[in-house]
């Protein structure tokens, strides 16, 4: 396995993604070896956007931003780009607008299910826009009801680590272990922000938790501590190399998404600079 040269080059690589971002190039266009950039190894998991980093920005945007990019699937934050509170044929024509646009629309979240009416409501709407994969945090009283509705409605929901201060699942590990026993389409969705926040390796956590690893939160963030924001991946604290190479140990070959949580009015050059960090990183690790 090829190892780094220096963290200038993975910043290289980064700083192509933002350069695409600002002219509207894409990535292969704004790297002057371009014959090399094509045989970079894609990793057997699809990376997308989680559209929380474009709260602030409409649908049209968030999926523009999205192609620019060149990602190839995308989990819609419900509460911002495709409301469930809308007329269902308004539902649907939003959720074929993003398919149209090319963009596997797998998964809505993060949905919190309080209650069993919240249960029930939130398998609906993802059965009404075909999504895969519920992003969730259903209260652990709920659980038996939404391992029921995963076996009825055949979707998956990935339970989404908080970090400190979430009284419910605070770390991954601490949710795998409620789970472990139940239906395999009941599983997690690892942040990697929350899990570093939390001070946690999270390479270790995804090793521990892998057989449950159904969704994939990409972020980096500044300090391993509570107070600990997202940055541009890089520029953090988490050892994405690392993360890249446990994600490939255990055989990951599902879904991941970044979610760029600073900038929020303007999110799309820090996005660029972490997607394209991530490639550098995948592309200085492959043999």
């Known amino acids: 396995m090829q190892t780094f040269t220096s963290r200038r080059d993975i910043l290289k690589l980064a ?30 998991y699809k990376i997308g956007l989680a559209s ?38 308004e539902q649907k024509a939003l959720a074929q607008k993003v398919r149209d646009a090319g963009l596997d629309f797998y998964a809505c979240g993060v949905i919190y299910m309080k209650t069993a009416d919240e249960v029930k409501r939130a398998f609906e709407f993802a059965k009404t826009v075909g999504i895969r994969v519920i992003v969730g945090v259903p209260n652990h009283e709920l659980l038996d009801l939404t391992e029921s509705c995963c076996k009825e409605y055949d979707l998956i929901v990935a339970i989404h680590n908080h970090g400190p201060g979430d009284k419910l699942y605070p770390t991954a590990a601490g949710a795998y272990e409620l789970i472990k026993n139940r239906d395999k389409r009941l599983g997690l969705c690892i942040d990697l922000g929350h899990t570093m926040r939390s001070g946690i390796n999270p390479a270790e956590e995804i ?23 997202t940055v541009e991946m890089g520029r953090g604290v988490i050892d994405i190399p690392a993360v890249v190479r446990a994600l490939d140990k255990i055989g990951y070959d599902k879904l991941a998404a970044f979610e760029y949580e600073k900038d929020q009015d303007a999110p799309q050059v820090g996005l660029a600079e972490s997607v394209g960090y991530l490639r550098g990183v995948i592309r200085t690790l492959q043999e």
């Not at 699937?73 to 007329?87: A, R, T």
């Open 52 to 89: 929380y980093t474009t709260r602030k920005l409409d649908l049209d945007q968030t999926i523009a931003i999205a192609k620019q990019l060149k990602l190839e699937c995308i989990s819609i934050k419900q509460d911002f780009h495709l409301q469930m509170n809308k007329p269902v044929e």
């Open 15 to 44: 700083g192509l993604g933002t350069i695409a971002a600002a002219s509207g190039q894409t990535f292969a266009q704004a790297n002057p070896d371009a014959s090399r950039a094509a045989k970079i190894r894609k990793p057997a």
């Open 207 to 229: 090793a521990k938790v892998a057989d449950r690893l159904l969704d994939f939160h990409f972020k980096d963030v500044n300090a391993a501590e509570a107070k600990g924001g």
